[in-house]
């Protein structure tokens, strides 16, 4: 099921952003050789505003003596990516994609948050979503793969006002490898919208659909007969004055209300080992997209 914006309620639809940013925030990588002088001095000039940790002392890898040193190089530029994946002996390990979303006020941004917050969903969730700061992770840190998102005073690339910073954090090489990502040099013509298409998944419910099946879910686990009732026959209640009380429906909006977000609801019904996730009706998220690619910029 797909829903557009124009569909949702008034009150519960996103702000349009006014400018759209998509790039590389971090990358990290095991290096077997250091980098001399000039290479050192390029890589720092071609890094963002986050720089680079190559002052920092060296340290081998635990799992290959032959790597000894790890670099973090955070915003790099376009220039950067050619000349790092041209050097022997890099093996990319971390990749951090961003997706900044500028708005016109502080309270379009704020409302834009919330709706991410309320309709965001990962795709295979395992971990716990939880808040930090004021920043929402869907992982703990070191997660294979991590949706996080904050409000920063100003957007990273740009230094513009009312950002709403969307990260997709991939950590490890396997995490990597199934994003078809091999090394540095996958990531220099890397394709930001599609990225963002797939994982930036906002979803509502079928609400009645939803309520059926979590009861039906209970009625199993319980060892029960099995209801009957589908989407053309709903459960409904019909009082002596003709006021229809539809229990699935209140059933499906009292779950998101109490667990407040649509992942959460989708969490909280998996620990009862209900999936509830045919349940999810699409919300398009075209608007919150890059326009083309979009590699990184300076």
Request: glycine content about 6%; some cysteine; overall charge positive.
């Amino acid at each position: 099921m797909h829903t557009t914006i124009g569909d949702l309620a008034p009150t519960d639809k996103p702000c349009l952003p006014i400018a759209i940013y998509a790039y590389n925030d971090k990358i990290a990588f095991w290096i077997e050789r250091e980098f001399d002088d000039d290479e050192t001095a390029y890589i720092k000039s071609q890094c963002g505003s986050g720089g680079t940790d190559l002052d920092r002392p060296a340290h081998k890898s635990r799992f290959d003596q032959r790597l000894i040193r790890r670099v973090e190089a955070r915003q790099p530029s376009a220039e950067l990516l050619p000349f790092l994946a041209s050097v022997d002996g890099t093996f990319l390990n971390q990749a951090e994609f961003t997706l900044d979303l500028i708005f016109d006020t502080e309270e379009a941004r704020d409302q834009a948050f919330e709706f991410f917050n309320r309709h965001s969903v990962k795709r295979g969730h395992r971990g716990e979503v939880r808040y930090y700061k004021k920043t929402r992770y869907t992982d703990r840190r070191w997660a294979p793969t991590n949706l996080v998102a904050y409000r920063p005073e100003f957007a990273k690339l740009t230094g513009e006002l009312y950002c709403l910073h969307v990260e997709w954090r991939v950590c490890g090489v396997a995490a990597l490898r199934r994003m078809n990502i091999d090394g540095i040099k996958d990531l220099i013509d890397f394709d930001h919208r599609a990225l963002w298409q797939r994982r930036l998944r906002l979803c509502t419910f079928d609400f009645a659909r939803l309520g059926r099946v979590y009861s039906n879910g209970l009625t199993k686990k319980r060892g029960q007969k099995k209801r009957t009732l589908t989407a053309r026959k709903p459960r409904v209640y019909v009082t002596r004055r003709g006021f229809e009380y539809h229990t699935d429906r209140r059933l499906g909006q009292h779950l998101l209300r109490i667990n407040e977000t649509v992942q959460g609801v989708i969490d909280f019904a998996k620990k009862r080992n209900i999936s509830v996730v045919r349940c999810l009706a699409d919300i398009s998220n075209d608007s919150w997209l890059p326009k083309g690619k979009m590699a990184n910029c300076e």
